[in-house]
């Protein structure tokens, strides 16, 4: 076996940290190594913790990990970033991050950022779970900075999401669409010291309720106070999660979302692989220029044209 | 041809909001009709509009359009919305949007919204601006309603190119990266009459030359001042908008810019319609779901499997 993969199945942060950057700059080995990887996998429960900008997500995971660490377990930290080009978001983000690290040498933490497409992103994320899962972490959260779809999609690499949420920030019942439903094993209204934190439980609770009636759900999603700034409701959160945790394993749930989550990284790797794979090949002949020259000219279309190229790799396709 | 690409070709508003919903549906007579229609594209000026949020984008979109109707020139406007799942951003733009467009029939309005990745909303559109241009549109304004990595690459489908900054929002040197620079052929300091306007113009302005300097670029994005809200500015910006057309076409860049957006667009096409194919083949056979048997049984891994599978369609590829 690769040497890199033995030191990182051994325990060594700096392997974990080499590999890391191998699979977020695509390194061409770096498919063989997480295949290498992929055995020792398995092991780590996957926390994902999304919410709103402002409802105190960060220091909401900070408080996790330090519960989590009172109960002996280790812990990775990927916080990723699909960030704006336009904030300094992430930089901000890594030296409060950075901060927090400093203590605890048992707490591995790695921020992400936007690299290529978005796509991408979440499939790096679910990669660099793999390698802290093989490293041996007992819990790995995902914690996403920021908001978007392509948060939902990063956090669907979790095993249990927390939905974090604050009251003053419009997170109402209409702002909860439905993928935030979805993907939400557990609600922390934070901030809870705050006006409006009543109203807003309610509420959730409320839509959480009739969510669950029209699913037929096994799991009806928690909604627990939490002030992350004092500390409050953390330990009772972490139960909750533990709590999920059971369920999915006594449900059997567990293997049901595993095999799915199984199902959608192959499907998103195979795609990709496909796509780099075809780009190689497509760009190394001189066709593709000359198509690309026939469609600038209208001498050609690029919708039927790229029919016909797809023809050709299937051709019993249509 | 077929009926509904002859009636948009005609004029008829009806059919080409017909049309945007099957490609946003991604009917699958989609891509013919794309390919009917694309030979009568390439005349309208496609303008992106993008910034924080906070900047007044909409609004100068708005008075933008007012100045180009001014000019008798016709104007469709997408707005595209990667918003988050967790606002009701899209909800209230629409309701904007709306009001606006009440008053004008020659405006012609569509929000878009995430639906499925974010690549195809960049993709989708490249679409709807073709099907716009087909239709006759002078001027197609894309104007993003948020922020993020998305909305570079969405921009990137406009020939010219406004990022729209305003003082007090954290749009310091600092927090405008590379992308941003690369798309920004214009920039438009709005509400331009609050306290730091004019540091931020100094401060843009010292950036785009120094930028300029580097790149050797014959053109240096202009950095203007608007107050969008009592119309203030937006003729001089509309001016500097049509002198970069100018530029552009007197320059020869015109073509290259073109060329550049038809090979973009023709491979995400390309590798979206290998993905769709290949996945509807995989899916179609009982192997797919054998696979993901023995990943979850940790039989096989993921990556050493794609890549199998991707040697089988391109045997002379590794």
């Given at each position: 076996m690769n040497k890199l993969v033995t030191e990182v199945l051994q325990g060594s942060v700096r392997a974990m940290a080499r590999?890391?950057?191998?699979v977020e700059n695509e390194d061409p080995c770096s498919l063989e190594y997480l295949g290498a990887i992929y055995p020792h996998t398995g092991n780590a429960h996957v926390l994902g913790i999304t919410g709103s900008p402002g409802t105190g997500k960060s220091t909401l995971t900070d408080r996790i990990t330090t519960a989590l660490r009172r109960r002996a377990q280790s812990v990775g930290i990927i916080a990723v970033d699909p960030s704006s080009p336009f904030t300094g978001g992430a930089l901000l983000g890594d030296r409060i991050r950075m901060q927090r690290a400093s203590g605890d040498s048992e707490?591995?933490?790695?921020?992400?950022?936007?690299?290529g497409n978005l796509g991408g992103l979440a499939r790096t994320t679910a990669d660099v779970v793999k390698i802290m899962d093989a490293f041996g972490k007992d819990w790995i959260i995902v914690e996403t900075v920021g908001v978007g779809q392509d948060e939902v999609d990063i956090v669907r690499t979790a095993d249990t999401t927390i939905v974090v949420l604050a009251p003053g920030l419009g997170d109402t019942i209409q702002s909860m669409k439905a993928g935030v439903m979805e993907i939400a094993d557990l609600?922390?209204?934070?901030k809870a010291d705050r006006s409006g934190?009543?109203?807003l439980l309610t509420e959730v609770k409320l839509r959480v309720e009739q969510d669950a009636e029209i699913k037929k759900t096994l799991w009806q999603a928690p909604v627990l106070k939490?002030?992350?700034l004092d500390d409050q409701g953390t330990e009772s959160l972490l139960d909750a999660v533990v709590s999920h945790r059971n369920f999915l394993k006594q449900s059997g749930n567990f293997e049901i979302v595993r095999r799915e989550k199984a199902?959608?990284?192959?499907?998103?790797?195979?795609?990709?692989e496909i796509s780099r794979?075809?780009?190689?090949?497509?760009l190394g002949n001189g066709r593709f220029e000359a198509l690309i020259d026939d469609i600038v000219a209208f001498r050609?279309?690029?919708?039927?044209?790229?029919?016909e190229i797809v023809g050709t790799i299937f051709p019993d396709s249509e």
């Open positions: 590999l890391i950057t191998l707490v591995f933490i790695r921020s992400m950022a936007t690299r609600y922390a209204v934070n934190a009543e109203a939490t002030v992350a199902r959608e990284e192959t499907l998103s790797l195979l795609k990709e794979t075809m780009v190689e090949k497509i050609k279309d690029p919708y039927t044209s790229v029919q």
